[in-house]
C-alpha cells in the first residue's frame, strides 16, 4: 500500500514521483559574546524513479553466520516457512529490520509501514549470490553456525544446500591466524588476476539473472586496519598502480571493493576495518558509485548511541562508559587476536564523541567520559552474544547514577535484517535525484556517493570528507524517515504536534 500525497509540490509521472521541498537550516558564526544565526531556504525538487530495479546482492563472507543466516531469513520468509519451538508455531519475520518491521506515523492513528513511503524492492525478489574462503555450501555453512533450529535447518537444507560460494580472495596477514584452517576456497594469482576474477563474477550473475542492479556487501571476517601510504592508496590512480604492481599490503576487502566499484556496483562495508582507503573514495567519488560503512550497527553500540543521548540530551554527565563482551562464534574467535580486536574498539569507541561535543555545560573542550570496550572469545555461548555495559553518569550535586546493562542474543539475528536494510536503502537512495532550484538551468544530481544516510545501520558512519558525523540513533533515524517524506511531499517529522495545542 504506497503512500499517495495530494499537494500541489507534488506531481505523480509514470517514470517518477517529484517533489517540490524547501529545505530550511540554519548557518550559525560563533563570535565573542554572541552567536550569530542565519537562517536559510534551499529551494530543491527531489525526483525518485518509481521502477524498482530487480536487484541482486553478492555478500562477501557468505557462507559465514550473518551470510548463512541472512539467507536463511530470506528463504524462510520468501516461502513463508514456519516451524516448531518449546513455546509453539513460529512463522518466519523481519523483526530488526527498520525497512520491514518499522512503522512512520502520517497522522494521528495513521502509521505505515517505512517501505510504504517509496518504491523500494521487496525482499522476496532479491536475488543472493556471493564468495567466501569456506567451500562449504550453504546449508551447510548454516548448520555450522548454530544460530537456527534444527528442525528449521533441515525445511530449509534443500533451498540451500545448492548454493555454493564463489573462490574469495584471501590474504592471511589481514585476519587472525586462527581462520586459515577454514581457507579452502580461495583465489589464486595477482592482485589484479583476482580483481579481473571478481568483476567478471559480478558479471555472470548480473547476466544469469538479467539484474538491473547488483550491490555488493562485505560481512566477512573482520580485517586488521591497513596504513594510509603516500603513493600506494591515497589516491584512486596510485591505488590502480598499487593493485597492478601486485603490492603487497593491499587489503583482500579494498580489493573487493575496487572490482565493485570498477562495475558501477555499490559497496557496503559491515566490518570495521579501513576498507574504505582515500584512493578507494576516491575512486568512488570519480566513477559516481555509492559506498556505505563502516561495520553493523546491531547490538552494544545501538543501544550505546541511544543512552548516552538520552544521558547527555538529559543534562546528566557520563563519566565511566565500560563495555564487556563475550562471545563464542568464529567473529569472536577472529577477534580474540590483537590486531583485528584494534579494529573492532577503534570503530567501537568513538560512538559517543558527538554527543559529549554536543554539552558544553556538562563536558570542558576536549574532555571526554572513560570509554573501555573489551571483548573476549567464550567459546560455548556461540552466536549468543553477551554485551554488559557499565554506565556511570554524574547527576546533581554531585551524585552519582550506574547503570548496568546485560544483554544477551543471537548476533546474527540482530545483523541479518541490517544486511537487508542497508542493501534496500542504498539502492533506494540510488534512485533519488535532487535539483537545486536558484538557477534555471540547474540539473538534477544523486546524492554524493558516501552515502552517510545510512549511518543509522553503522558503527563508525562513513561521512563524505569534512562533514560532520552523526551517531545519536534518533537523528540518525529521523534523517533517513525526513529525507523519505520530502522524496514523498510529506513534511518533516517534527514532533511539534500544534494542531493539538493551539487553540
Ligand atoms: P563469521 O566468521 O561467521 O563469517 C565471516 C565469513 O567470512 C566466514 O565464513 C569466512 O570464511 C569468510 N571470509 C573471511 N575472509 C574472507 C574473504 N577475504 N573473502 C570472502 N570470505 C571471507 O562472522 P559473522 O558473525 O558472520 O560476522 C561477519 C562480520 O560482520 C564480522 O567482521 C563481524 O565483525 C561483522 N559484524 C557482525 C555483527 C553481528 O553479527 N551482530 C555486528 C557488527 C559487525
Same mark, same amino acid.
Given at each position: 500500500?504506497?503512500?499517495?500525497v @495530494?499537494?500541489?509540490?507534488?506531481?505523480? =509521472?509514470n517514470?517518477?514521483?517529484?517533489?517540490?521541498?524547501?529545505?530550511?537550516?540554519?548557518?550559525a558564526?560563533?563570535?565573542?559574546?554572541?552567536?550569530?544565526?542565519?537562517?536559510?531556504?534551499?529551494?530543491?525538487?527531489?525526483?525518485?524513479?518509481?521502477?524498482?530495479?530487480?536487484? /541482486?546482492?553478492?555478500?562477501?563472507?557468505?557462507?559465514? @553466520?550473518?551470510?548463512?543466516?541472512?539467507?536463511?531469513?530470506?528463504?524462510?520468509?520468501?516461502?513463508?516457512?514456519?516451524?516448531?519451538?518449546r513455546?509453539?508455531?513460529?512463522?518466519?519475520?523481519?523483526?530488526?529490520?527498520?525497512?520491514?518491521?518499522?512503522?512512520?506515523?502520517? *497522522?494521528?492513528?495513521?502509521?505505515?509501514?517505512?517501505?510504504?513511503?517509496?518504491?523500494?524492492?521487496?525482499?522476496?525478489?532479491?536475488?543472493?549470490?556471493?564468495?567466501? &574462503?569456506?567451500?562449504?555450501?550453504?546449508?551447510? *555453512?548454516?548448520?555450522?553456525?548454530?544460530?537456527?533450529?534444527?528442525?528449521?535447518?533441515?525445511?530449509?537444507?534443500?533451498?540451500?544446500?545448492?548454493?555454493?560460494?564463489?573462490?574469495?580472495?584471501?590474504?592471511?596477514?589481514?585476519?587472525?591466524?586462527?581462520?586459515?584452517?577454514?581457507?579452502? @576456497?580461495?583465489?589464486?594469482?595477482?592482485?589484479?588476476?583476482?580483481?579481473k576474477?571478481?568483476?567478471?563474477?559480478?558479471?555472470?550473475?548480473?547476466?544469469?539473472?538479467?539484474?538491473?542492479?547488483?550491490?555488493?556487501?562485505?560481512? *566477512?571476517?573482520?580485517?586488521?586496519?591497513?596504513? &594510509?601510504?603516500?603513493?600506494?592508496?591515497d589516491?584512486?590512480?596510485?591505488?590502480?598502480?598499487?593493485?597492478?604492481?601486485?603490492?603487497?599490503?593491499?587489503?583482500?576487502?579494498?580489493?573487493?571493493?575496487?572490482?565493485?566499484i570498477? $562495475?558501477?556496483?555499490?559497496?557496503?562495508? /559491515?566490518?570495521?576495518?579501513?576498507?574504505?582507503?582515500?584512493?578507494?573514495?576516491?575512486? *568512488?567519488?570519480?566513477?559516481?558509485?555509492?559506498?556505505a560503512?563502516?561495520?553493523?550497527?546491531? /547490538?552494544?553500540?545501538?543501544?550505546?548511541?541511544?543512552?548516552?543521548?538520552?544521558l547527555?540530551?538529559?543534562?546528566? $554527565?557520563?563519566?565511566?562508559?565500560?563495555?564487556?563482551?563475550?562471545?563464542?562464534? @568464529?567473529?569472536?574467535?577472529?577477534?580474540?587476536?590483537?590486531?583485528?580486536f584494534?579494529?573492532?574498539?577503534?570503530?567501537?569507541?568513538?560512538?559517543?564523541?558527538?554527543?559529549?561535543?554536543?554539552?558544553?555545560?556538562?563536558?570542558?573542550?576536549?574532555?571526554?567520559?572513560?570509554?573501555?570496550?573489551?571483548?573476549k572469545?567464550?567459546?560455548?555461548?556461540?552466536?549468543?552474544?553477551?554485551?554488559?555495559?557499565?554506565?556511570?553518569?554524574? &547527576?546533581?550535586m554531585?551524585?552519582?547514577? =550506574?547503570?548496568?546493562?546485560?544483554?544477551?542474543?543471537?548476533?546474527?539475528?540482530?545483523?541479518?535484517?541490517?544486511?537487508?536494510?542497508?542493501?534496500?536503502?542504498?539502492?533506494?537512495?540510488?534512485?533519488?535525484?535532487?535539483?537545486?532550484?536558484?538557477?534555471?538551468?540547474?540539473?538534477?544530481?544523486?546524492?554524493?556517493?558516501?552515502l552517510?544516510?545510512?549511518?543509522?545501520?553503522?558503527?563508525a558512519?562513513?561521512v563524505?570528507?569534512?562533514?560532520?558525523?552523526?551517531?545519536?540513533?534518533?537523528?540518525?533515524r529521523?534523517?533517513?524517515?525526513?529525507i523519505?517524506?520530502?522524496?514523498?511531499?510529506?513534511p518533516?517529522?517534527?514532533n511539534?504536534?500544534?494542531?493539538?495545542?493551539?487553540?
Amino acid at each position: 500500500m504506497q503512500v499517495v500525497v @495530494n499537494s500541489p509540490n507534488v506531481e505523480y =509521472t509514470n517514470k517518477y514521483i517529484i517533489s517540490k521541498y524547501d529545505y530550511q537550516y540554519v548557518e550559525a558564526q560563533k563570535e565573542e559574546s554572541s552567536i550569530a544565526v542565519n537562517t536559510l531556504t534551499e529551494k530543491l525538487m527531489f525526483r525518485t524513479q518509481r521502477k524498482v530495479p530487480k536487484l /541482486g546482492v553478492m555478500l562477501v563472507g557468505w557462507g559465514g @553466520n550473518n551470510g548463512a543466516s541472512f539467507t536463511a531469513a530470506l528463504i524462510a520468509n520468501k516461502l513463508k516457512l514456519s516451524w516448531t519451538t518449546r513455546k509453539g508455531n513460529q512463522d518466519a519475520n523481519w523483526f530488526g529490520s527498520v525497512t520491514q518491521a518499522s512503522t512512520v506515523r502520517i *497522522a494521528d492513528e495513521v502509521h505505515v509501514p517505512m517501505s510504504h513511503l517509496l518504491p523500494i524492492v521487496d525482499p522476496n525478489n532479491l536475488i543472493i549470490d556471493g564468495w567466501d &574462503i569456506s567451500a562449504l555450501d550453504l546449508a551447510a *555453512a548454516l548448520k555450522r553456525s548454530e544460530v537456527f533450529p534444527p528442525d528449521l535447518v533441515e525445511v530449509l537444507k534443500p533451498h540451500m544446500e545448492k548454493r555454493k560460494p564463489r573462490a574469495a580472495i584471501f590474504n592471511q596477514d589481514y585476519v587472525a591466524e586462527n581462520q586459515k584452517s577454514r581457507a579452502d @576456497n580461495v583465489l589464486n594469482g595477482s592482485k589484479l588476476d583476482q580483481v579481473k576474477t571478481i568483476m567478471d563474477d559480478i558479471e555472470e550473475f548480473r547476466n544469469q539473472w538479467k539484474l538491473d542492479e547488483v550491490i555488493v556487501l562485505w560481512t *566477512a571476517t573482520t580485517e586488521r586496519f591497513t596504513s &594510509i601510504v603516500e603513493g600506494i592508496n591515497d589516491t584512486a590512480e596510485n591505488l590502480s598502480k598499487a593493485i597492478k604492481s601486485n603490492y603487497k599490503d593491499i587489503s583482500p576487502s579494498t580489493l573487493y571493493a575496487y572490482a565493485a566499484i570498477s $562495475k558501477g556496483c555499490t559497496y557496503i562495508n /559491515g566490518s570495521p576495518q579501513n576498507t574504505f582507503v582515500p584512493g578507494l573514495i576516491e575512486l *568512488a567519488e570519480e566513477k559516481k558509485v555509492f559506498i556505505a560503512g563502516d561495520d553493523f550497527k546491531s /547490538g552494544q553500540t545501538k543501544l550505546k548511541s541511544v543512552l548516552v543521548d538520552f544521558l547527555v540530551s538529559a543534562g546528566i $554527565k557520563p563519566v565511566s562508559i565500560v563495555s564487556y563482551n563475550h562471545l563464542g562464534n @568464529n567473529d569472536g574467535r577472529n577477534l580474540s587476536a590483537p590486531e583485528q580486536f584494534r579494529s573492532k574498539e577503534i570503530s567501537k569507541s568513538n560512538v559517543v564523541d558527538d554527543m559529549v561535543a554536543s554539552n558544553s555545560i556538562l563536558y570542558k573542550p576536549g574532555e571526554k567520559p572513560d570509554h573501555v570496550v573489551v571483548i573476549k572469545y567464550v567459546p560455548y555461548v556461540g552466536d549468543s552474544k553477551r554485551a554488559m555495559d557499565e554506565y556511570i553518569s554524574e &547527576i546533581m550535586m554531585g551524585g552519582h547514577n =550506574t547503570l548496568v546493562i546485560h544483554n544477551t542474543c543471537e548476533d546474527s539475528l540482530l545483523a541479518a535484517p541490517l544486511i537487508l536494510d542497508l542493501v534496500l536503502l542504498a539502492e533506494l537512495f540510488s534512485r533519488i535525484e535532487v535539483k537545486k532550484l536558484e538557477s534555471e538551468d540547474a540539473e538534477y544530481t544523486k546524492l554524493h556517493p558516501v552515502l552517510s544516510v545510512l549511518s543509522y545501520l553503522c558503527k563508525a558512519p562513513l561521512v563524505p570528507k569534512g562533514t560532520p558525523i552523526v551517531n545519536s540513533l534518533f537523528r540518525q533515524r529521523a534523517c533517513i524517515e525526513n529525507i523519505l517524506r520530502a522524496c514523498t511531499g510529506l513534511p518533516p517529522e517534527t514532533n511539534m504536534t500544534l494542531e493539538h495545542k493551539v487553540p
